[in-house]
């Protein structure tokens, strides 16, 4: 349970669930001071409770949102309280102004006292630990008492004495009001005087980093930026999939890119894919499918084989379904790690969606009815009724009156349509090719690493199957590659892959922002700057030049066709002395 993403949320709820315990049964039952156990507790918890937390990032971030909810609403309680006790003599004792110099009174020797507690522990953690120097002694003296516990505390006093003491005006009811009041007055001039002179201080001491100016900042991140973004477009270009994109495509839509096209290497020394690479390197799904592998190979070394090896019907159906079970599960990790690296995404066009409802149906279809592998198949089925739905979108025309509609305005958007639809066709076709060639090569990788635990008869029944389960997803690709050939032109794929090639590119910009801006290279307000203008490039800005595009392809296309029609039907027209035949094919042209 340890490595399941659920059982991090219930630390969470645990520890949060513990402190309150500790407050509810300490206050309410053993009489002791809940705020005090509480902060005992947290003490014991962070000393010996750290190596049992699973997550401490997640975990750390859900208790800072909820202390700072729970700081905000106790400081806004705390002050309506101190401010309704404090001056409301309807309550109890009201605060004279022989109390206000008691309060500027106790400041001070608040602030000394802690000035006296740091200098006699000075010698101490100026040499241990993280060490420290004198100038943030005096910050450390200077930043008085914060106040949450002490409102805390002060709370806790006064509902207490007020359900023993039912008389607002008993010695005890005075001395508690007095007490609130210094307690809240202390925690008051402390947020007002040192917190809004703690920047001054600090910057006298010389403990504040000199703030880098925005140009600075702005030159150091942007030069980084065109690094990352100039390597990454020279990876993507030498992919096979993006080796003919249009490149200044990608310098109009994609910040950073140099004007010139990097050097392609060599196509004998080019690497793996990047998403390949990436999805080689990662252990997939805690290594259960490879888990399984070896499990497969164990159970047949174990129980033996006989002679008619893999042509036994019975070995035969069980190892191939349980290769294409393992080969599915690693197809949709491997969409997952083309949504991690940019290349899908989830928010356009609802591929990813139908992607992994292919591989669950084609699952299903596997383990239940030992099918064949078949998820083009289910992919063609989603895609088909999403196209059914746009074109349903599209016939809201027809509500229209004739007078509204022209036709140039149908036919626009018609084409518009079109492009839209053919977009999304390829983006599926080429996530899909590129998933299934993804998840070959890891299972090919994975029947390759237990050849040294396998005997000669094991190792070709398992690579027997893996071959057959291969070739199964190979013809699915076929079929895939059938449909983009037979529905795109080559003109309109070349527009398609050069702008999904800078939708790459931009969403692999943002995450390199993304963590700048958490290692303070950039200061968040400047970070959303450059995420918004990278944001607004996919979503509106690639848009609008894909569909430009593919309508200009289109419509040169039907120019260049109408020409040449108009052109053979003129060389063509019969005239009084024409034949038969002649007329024939005049017929045919027009």
Known sequence: RRLDREFDILQVVAGISTAYLCFYVCDQHLGMSGVVACVACGIMVNAFGRGMINDEEAFGSHLALLEWLLNTFLFTLGGVIWGHVSFENT???????????????????????????????????????????????????????????????????????????????????????VLQFLGGGVTLLTLTINGTSAGFILRKLGLSKPAASKERTKILFEGSAKDFVNEQAQMLLQDSRFESVNYLVLVRNVPFL?????????????????????????????????????????????????????????????????????????????????????????????????????????????????????????????????????????????????????????????????????????????????????????????????????????????????????????????????????????????????????????????KFTERKAEDGLLSKKEARAYLKDFRKRIDHDLKKSVATCLAEENLSDEEEESKNVAALVEEEEPNDGVDEEEESITEECK
């Open 258 to 510: 140099s004007s010139t096209p990097p050097h392609v290497t060599d196509e004998s020394a080019v690497p793996s894919p990047q998403p390949t690479r990436h999805f080689h390197e990662q252990v997939v799904d805690n290594g259960s499918q490879y888990l399984r592998v070896v499990g497969v190979t164990a159970m047949r070394t174990d129980t033996g084989l006989n002679d008619s090896g893999f042509s036994s019907d019975t070995l035969r159906n069980d190892m191939l379904i349980e290769f294409r079970t393992i080969f599915l599960e690693l197809l949709r990790e491997a969409y997952k790690v083309q949504l991690e690296l940019g290349e899908l995404d989830e928010n356009e066009g609802n591929t990813f969606d139908v992607l992994i409802d292919s591989v669950d149906l084609a699952l299903n279809d596997v383990q239940y009815h030992a099918k064949q592998i078949e998820d083009w198949k289910h992919t063609h089925s989603f895609q088909f009724n999403l196209r059914r739905s746009r074109i349903l979108g599209v016939s809201h025309l027809e509500h229209f009156p004739r007078s509204v509609r022209s036709v140039n305005s149908s036919a626009s958007h018609a084409r518009r349509f079109i492009n839209q639809h053919a977009q999304a066709d390829a983006l599926l076709v080429l996530a899909f090719k590129e998933g299934h060639a993804m998840a070959e090569a890891k299972l090919r990788r994975y029947v390759n690493r237990v050849d040294d635990v396998a005997d000669e008869t094991v190792r070709e029944t398992i690579r027997l199957a893996m071959e057959h389960v291969l070739k199964e997803s190979d013809s699915q690709v076929v079929e895939a590659n059938r449909q983009l050939n037979e529905e795109i032109c080559y003109a309109d794929l070349e527009i398609i892959l050069s702008h999904q090639c800078a939708r790459i590119l931009l969403h692999r910009l943002i």
């Open 91 to 177: 309550l109890s004792y009201r605060v004279e102004g022989q109390t206000w110099g008691w309060l500027f009174l106790l400041y001070i020797l608040v602030l000394v006292i802690r000035f006296i507690q740091v200098l006699v522990i000075y010698p101490v953690f100026s040499r241990v630990g993280l060490k420290s120097d004198y100038r943030e002694a005096i910050f450390l003296s200077y930043g008085g008492l914060r106040g949450a516990v002490g409102v805390a505390l002060g709370l806790a006093l006064f509902t207490r004495v007020v359900n023993l003491d039912p008389d607002p005006f008993s010695e005890a009811r005075t001395n508690t009001t």
